[in-house]
């Protein structure tokens, strides 16, 4: 038995004596290393690449020598060849580690995406470092570049993509993993709405926004959704975000947050035709505050204000609708609930989705509940 383990002890002391220092991994103290959180990806001359890193920096021991510093964050970019090299390079400039399994969000400048979408979603996709559920964006009218190092410069780069409940004048983008762009390129008739980035200049700065979506049918780009219908995008899709519905009254606008929005769609059918689509929406909606509800001076009716809004929300929802029609894109889903729906009948006209999409009525019909109404009711009373 002695000799047993003593020989046992033996072989386990000459493999680990013997084994190659250079197959053991060097060990990385947390100071060593810069986690990047960003990438940026655009489309440059000569058919180059531009990457974009955004970059914690754990310990800034290393004080300006790496260039690009705004406070704890470094933004470094490289062109090149392809997006691999840049990040090669970026990688290969620093005397830290920048491990990029710690991404968090993926913005593709507007050149990149409208001219070769399918190249850089290739590059992302086949990097098995990369943390393939972080969110994607799409830069509207600009570079990610730029839109990084301004993010980074007024440290609002976290907004970006953390999608926690705001709400906002006609909602903001809902999230898209970079996950579910890849499941949305693998469908049939192929139509999705890549949320939307863009640097908003005002007199007093620059601020980077996250509203609207970009439309891309079989993965060219179609159009953009602008902010004001990306409330009626999210609430066809049934995305939960919250928006504001400002009501015009004698003293201003009534500020109303939408709660709890839903939506679905009915066909009807004349023999195998199909003859029409109604797109049904319910919104429950709250006075934001009561200084919004002071505007209110004579005794607006609930009813009034709840059909005041019903009108809003209405106009944005066939405003988007024909948006859908006029670019025979499917961003909606209509073709996908038909499916479930009506499979059989489906299967008869899936070929000619896009036609008849295209040249189908589609009547809309909004319900809007108001639950908190705060000062509203005395005006109410006292009719």
């Known amino acids: 038995m002695k000799k047993t383990v003593i020989t046992a002890a033996l072989v386990l002391i000459t493999c680990l004596t013997s084994y190659p220092k250079s ?61 691999a090299q840049a990040l090669d390079t970026i990688k290969a400039s620093s005397s830290k580690v920048i491990p990029t399994g710690s991404i968090e969000c993926f913005l ?11 190249r850089h979603i290739d590059y992302i996709s086949k990097d098995n470092s990369l943390n393939l559920s972080a ?22 780069y976290e907004e970006l993509y953390i999608f926690e409940e705001k ?9 898209m993993s970079f ?7 693998c469908e049939e008739h192929s139509a999705f709405a890549m949320p939307t980035v863009f640097i908003e200049s005002t007199d007093e700065a620059e601020s980077a926004v ?32 919250k928006s504001i519905i400002e009501v015009p009254v004698e003293n201003g606008t009534a500020a109303f947050i939408t709660e709890d929005t839903s939506a679905y769609m009915e066909f009807r059918f004349n023999g195998d035709t199909l003859a029409e689509i109604t797109v049904r929406a319910m919104i429950n909606s709250d006075a934001q505050d009561t200084s919004s509800i002071r505007n209110i001076k004579s005794a607006n009716t609930i009813a009034r204000i709840q059909q005041e809004q019903i009108a809003i929300v209405k106009g944005e929802m066939e405003s988007l609708v024909a ?19 009506h499979p059989y009948k489906w299967a008869k006209i ?14 809309i019909d909004v319900e809007v509940h108001m639950q908190r109404t705060l000062d509203m009711i005395e005006l109410e009373k006292d009719k």
């Open 23 to 83: 197959h053991i991994p060097n060990r990385i103290e947390i100071t060593n290393i810069l986690p990047a959180i960003m990438i940026g990806i655009d489309h440059s001359e000569d058919d180059a690449v531009t990457a974009t890193l955004l970059i914690q920096n754990v310990e800034d021991d290393e004080g300006s020598a790496e260039g690009g510093y705004f406070g704890d964050i470094l933004v470094k970019s490289e062109t090149a060849a392809t997006t």
């Open 108 to 118: 593709l400048g507007e050149d990149a995406a409208k001219s070769d979408l399918y």
């Open 323 to 341: 948006l859908s029609q006029a670019y025979k894109s499917d961003f909606l889903k209509i073709g996908t609930q038909l499916r479930l729906q």
């Open 179 to 185: 996950l579910d762009l890849l499941y949305e390129l």
């Open 350 to 363: 899936e070929g000619d989705w896009a036609d008849i999409l295209a040249s189908t009525p589609v009547t």
């Open 167 to 175: 709400s906002a004048v006609s909602g903001v983008s809902s999230a």
């Open 210 to 241: 996250r509203a609207g979506y970009a439309i891309f049918t079989d993965g060219q780009f179609s159009c953009y959704i602008n902010p004001p219908e990306t409330r009626a995008y999210n609430i066809i899709l049934n995305k939960a975000v």
């Open 135 to 156: 969110c994607i964006m799409m830069v509207k009218g600009g570079r990610a570049d730029e839109l990084i190092a301004l993010a980074a410069k007024e440290n609002a």
